[in-house]
């Protein structure tokens, strides 16, 4: 993308699997990108060449690369790959000459590799000793000792993250909830080990980084479900100050090597990102990129408000409430829109997903229950080994709000969510009566199978999913019990399930088992299957297909027929 505003020019012609950018070369126009085979989460990291040319850095089967950083002088960079062992990632630097590599740390020991100092001396590594308590660790990468020095030592449960080294690799900022519900950034000073406070907020620090040459510190806020960004001048400590901007909230915020341009994003409910340059000091902005769909007026749109109501205990839920147009004048059926995770958040911005069904009539509220992220540690562990529980009745509370709004239809009700968004969603189905319709999208539906089929990368925190979810060979009766799949002969209503063949966490059986539970009992399922795809869906075409074959189900089911036909299809 030219800074000019001149037209984007495509690098990659991928015609079969989805490739994501990743990083240009420092010094030159070689373009690293990252992708899979059909969503299996195989990723490999390519080159694109000068001369347009692409090739695999990470070849192999059956394993996974990640791009990790540039060492400072350039002509280095890493990489992860878990090929010499499926559950554990090795630190490998490649050299951009002929991209030869070697390994500068070998992790037999479960670390999750997180970051490594511009310098190339130190690496920091995260280890989770539970899924509320976790430590980092410093590996000093020029000596032959490669032993890991433990630099969170802490009392309780307290989690720990990396997020940037200093520029001058001479400081670690990192991520602790030490010293209340949210997260705070820390920095560690590597010589002295001494700790001193970075950034704190009312919510969680969710990152910082540096400008290139250090001048600029850039954090965002986790602020209710919106990104909030500081940007912070390091030479005097002073607050940025931006000229007047377009509507939107600011994300990817970049800088030019001498910091001098700024690149950023707006995003926001009703419009999606949007690239913009800044040249600082200067009251100049240019918009570079027009991503909307040139046939959708964006004041047909609607922004999101956040809102929250009580659940059975009396336990504030937040979520994030879309008004349809068409509630002005009559009365529209609703959605609870359920997130995945567990301990995801649905959040502020564009989601175009929601956006197809608002503008088609129909309410959606975008559910945070209890689990959530964003909340406070305490609020984030309210579901631990409670799932299908406490989260499904904030679900069904979700439901008794809606019905006190006076423009939503009382009787047309239903749930929809992705991965464990799915498996509340159909829950919702199979242990109450309370909902019209479920869509359930690649969600979990047998958490014994699920638990016991993790990918083997997942190592790292396994324990930490154990400890919220269950461990399948001690909590299998209680794992048993709370999986739909078990239970399909209790779902009274229609019910839609959307699945990618090549999905690695949540496997094609479960869905396939899932449908013929619900059949056999003579309900009205119906079954969108992507060959393609994986846990989640990648290709363009596809989300289209999926999000018309929501409305489709919706509109027929929900809006329309109340003496629905159990017929299969």
């Known amino acids: 993308m030219p800074l000019d505003g ?53 070849p192999g089967e059956g394993l996974k690369a990640n ?9 280095q960079f890493y990489v992860t790959t878990n090929e010499r062992d499926p559950k554990f990632y090795d630190l490998y630097l490649y050299q951009i000459k002929d991209y030869s590599r070697q390994m500068v740390y070998q992790n037999n020991d479960g670390y999750a590799i997180s970051d490594v100092s511009p310098n190339g001396q130190w690496l920091v590594i995260n280890k989770n000793n539970s899924n509320a308590d976790s430590d980092l660790f410093l590996v000093d990468l020029n000596s032959d000792d490669s032993s890991a020095l433990l630099i969170t030592q802490h009392e309780g449960d307290v989690s720990h993250g990396a997020y940037t080294f200093s520029k001058d690799s001479l400081c670690l900022v990192y991520a602790t909830n030490e010293f209340g519900e949210f997260n705070q950034a820390w920095t560690y000073v590597i010589e002295t080990k001494e700790k ?47 000229p007047d901007m377009p509507a939107g909230d600011l994300r990817g915020v970049g800088f030019s090597k001498d910091s001098n341009t700024m690149v950023f994003y707006l995003n926001s ?14 009251d100049s902005i240019k918009r570079l990129t027009n991503t909307g769909n040139p046939d959708i007026y964006e004041g047909n749109l609607v922004t999101g408000e956040v809102k929250r109501f009580k659940s059975f205990d009396d336990l504030e839920i937040p979520g994030i409430l879309y008004k349809p147009k068409q509630a002005e004048t009559e009365v529209v059926p609703a959605l609870i829109f359920i997130h995945g995770g567990p301990g995801g958040q649905s959040r502020k911005g564009y989601n175009p997903l929601v956006q197809h069904l608002v503008n088609n009539g129909y309410a959606v ?30 679900v069904v509370y979700n439901k008794y709000y809606l019905q006190t709004l006076d423009w939503v239809d009382k009787e047309r009700i239903g749930v ?35 638990l016991k089929s993790i990918p083997p990368y997942w190592e790292s925190f396994r324990k930490s999913l154990y400890d919220e979810l269950g461990d399948p060979e001690v909590d299998e009766e209680r794992l048993h019990k709370i ?83 159990n017929t299969e299809k």
Request: hydrophobic letters at 30%; charged letters at 25%; aromatic letters at 12%.
């Open 416 to 450: 929809i969510g992705g991965s464990y968004g799915g498996y509340l969603t159909m829950a919702a189905m199979a242990y109450t009566d309370e909902f019209k319709v479920g869509v359930n999208i690649f969600g979990v539906t047998n958490w014994v199978r699920t």
């Open 269 to 282: 409910d009703t419009s999606p990102s949007n690239l913009y340059v800044h040249k600082m000091g200067t």
């Open 67 to 75: 791009f990790v950083s540039w060492h400072d002088d350039g002509n």
């Open 6 to 58: 001149s037209p984007a020019q495509p690098l990659t012609n991928s015609t079969q699997d989805s490739v994501f950018g990743v990083s240009w070369f420092p010094n030159d126009d070689r373009a690293l990108f990252s992708g899979d085979k059909g969503g299996n989460e195989e990723d490999h990291l390519y080159v694109r060449e000068l001369d347009g040319s692409t090739k695999d850095l990470t």
């Open 196 to 242: 001193k406070l970075n950034y704190k907020a009312d919510w969680d620090v969710s990152f910082t980084y540096f400008s290139k040459d250090g001048r600029y510190q850039v954090t965002g806020v986790n602020d209710d479900a919106q990104t909030k960004l500081d940007i912070l001048d390091t030479n005097d400590n002073s607050k940025v100050s931006l």
């Open 483 to 565: 999986s739909p799949v078990f239970f399909g002969h209790q779902v009274k209503k229609p019910v839609l399930v959307v699945q990618g063949a090549n999905d690695p966490r949540v496997l094609q059986v479960e869905s396939d088992e899932m449908v013929e539970a619900i059949r056999s009992n003579g309900t009205y399922v119906d079954y969108l299957l992507f060959e393609d795809e994986g846990h989640g869906f990648s290709k363009k075409k596809n989300r289209i297909a999926a999000s018309n074959k929501y409305l489709e189900f919706l509109d027929k089911y929900l809006r329309k027929d109340d003496n629905f036909e």
């Open 365 to 394: 509220f975008s559910i945070n229950n209890r689990g959530s992220s964003g909340y406070g540690k305490t609020f984030n562990h309210l579901d631990d080994k409670r799932h299908g529980e406490d989260d499904l009745q904030d």
